[in-house]
């Protein structure tokens, strides 16, 4: 979030900048704002106006985040909120946190605060195990499914797409799971034809707005061990070479994902602890790489909302380590070195 960017930077680059940037956004002076209904906040700063400790700010900052966003900070993520609040002026530290204090946690600056807090490193075809895995037994077995109703549809949700690579990644899986199952037709240029009107929909949502930015111009960069490293020969061709991007980024070549695969994908800015959802009814819903930011109670509502949306039978798709604890919610489906779920 913050200024918008038509590409992510390359990893390493960031954070320094954004702390720049979002340290002049907050000092900016501007009217007050209060939280909804014009309630205080819960959760006062540890010295209302004066001069609190660095460690008094990152507790109090740990506590908020938690609060607002369910966030469980972690060293990580505590190192980050170090950081952030030591990059203060002197004698700043206060109002600073007396001005975050009396934000709703909607507002621009709450959402990029907390977007500083998370890595939005990403690739197409992450984990290709899992992807294998999910196209094999989920894939095919939901478009056999949808073959047979009138209106057949498949529905997946990105649940935290980051920059959009994951989102795009599961439409060109799903087309080529259709035509393998001799369901639609690609041609060598990347055009998609189904032979039947099939109802395909990727969502892709983020608590991100400069994520889900640079997921809408859909333009990627070729640099080092960036979003193309684990790319598949064959789905280049749902790529075009273009002339966008980000111009300071030395070598290599921008992409645009190919119009027929974008056609398929809509983004949205949401807050998985804050519904409804953006998509009913889904097929295949991937979270993965965000529940690790969430305390256990974050983690168990995240998990019954994405139950939630998916129809009957439908499959959900985790980190490694995002075991759901309810095991009424799931029936997991081992393969090759990975998991996953369906709606039980």
Known sequence: MGNSRSLPLPPGLALQQQLDAMR???????????PPGGAKTANPPPVSGGAPSLAD??????????RRVGFAVNGSVRTKL??????????????WLDHLAGLDSNDPEWLSFV???????????????????????????VIAEQK????????????????????YSLAMLAVDALAAAGEAVIDATGHVRTLRPWVIEVVGSDLSRQ?????????????????????????WRFFERTGKGDSSIEGGASWQVHPDIRRLVRFQQFNLLNGPAPVDQANIVFCRNVLIYFD??????????????LNAGGFAVFGPTDVPDDPNLFKAHWGPSTVIYQKG
Request: glycine share 8%; net charge positive.
């Open 211 to 235: 994520a889900i930015r640079t997921a809408q111009a859909a333009v990627y960069h070729e640099f080092g061990l960036g979003p193309f490293r684990n790319l598949p020969q064959h789905c």
């Open 82 to 95: 170090e950081k952030i609040a030591g990059s203060q002026p002197p004698g700043k530290l206060g109002s």
């Open 24 to 34: 002049a956004m907050l000092l900016t002076p501007r009217s007050p704002i209060s």
């Open 57 to 66: 700010a990152v507790s109090w900052l740990s506590a908020e985040v938690g």
């Open 115 to 141: 977007e500083l807090l998370t890595v939005h490193e990403t690739y197409f075809m992450r984990d290709p195990g899992q992807f294998d895995f999910v196209r094999r037994h989920a894939m095919t077995r």
């Open 296 to 309: 256990a109670a974050g983690r168990r509502r995240v998990f019954k909302l994405i139950h939630s949306v």
């Open 148 to 167: 047979t109703q009138p209106r057949p549809a498949l529905r997946l949700w990105s649940a935290a797409c980051s920059t959009g690579e994951e989102a």
